[in-house]
Nanobody, 126 residues
């Protein structure tokens, strides 16, 4: 069992930055493939970024590539999402997710994640 708690969301002006954190707990939390997803009002949840179990490989949605960076600290069982050059269209609830098992490649598909956090709101004003 893995529990996930996101933090770091808030209100920021366009062009600004935020850093989200996802603290994981549980026996296998430090070795799960992890991902960030987001859901804006009236829209479906979408993939944002993913990182494999040891941080050696990452994947990003085209809409955030070059602006967002996912990273992890397995000793702290924490995954981060550094978001720069934020745009109003980045406004959404951001969710952290963990996939069970040691997975070598980043996981982009939401259905492959077993554990989800409660989400943290990110609002970007124009």
């Amino acid at each position: 069992q893995v529990q996930l708690v996101e933090s770091g969301g808030g209100l920021v002006q366009a062009g600004g930055s935020l850093k989200l954190s996802c603290a994981a707990s549980g026996r296998t939390a430090g070795s799960c493939a992890m991902g960030w997803f987001r859901q804006a009002p009236g829209k479906e949840r979408e993939f944002v970024a993913a990182i494999n179990w040891n941080g050696g490989s990452t994947s990003y949605a085209d809409s955030v590539k070059g602006r967002f960076t996912i990273s992890r600290d397995n000793a702290k069982k924490t995954v981060y999402l550094q978001m720069n050059s934020l745009k109003p269209e980045d406004t959404a609830v951001y969710y952290c997710a963990a996939a069970e098992g040691v997975i070598l490649a980043p996981v982009r598909e939401g259905f492959r994640y077993k554990y989800w956090g409660q989400g943290t709101q990110v609002t970007v004003s124009s």
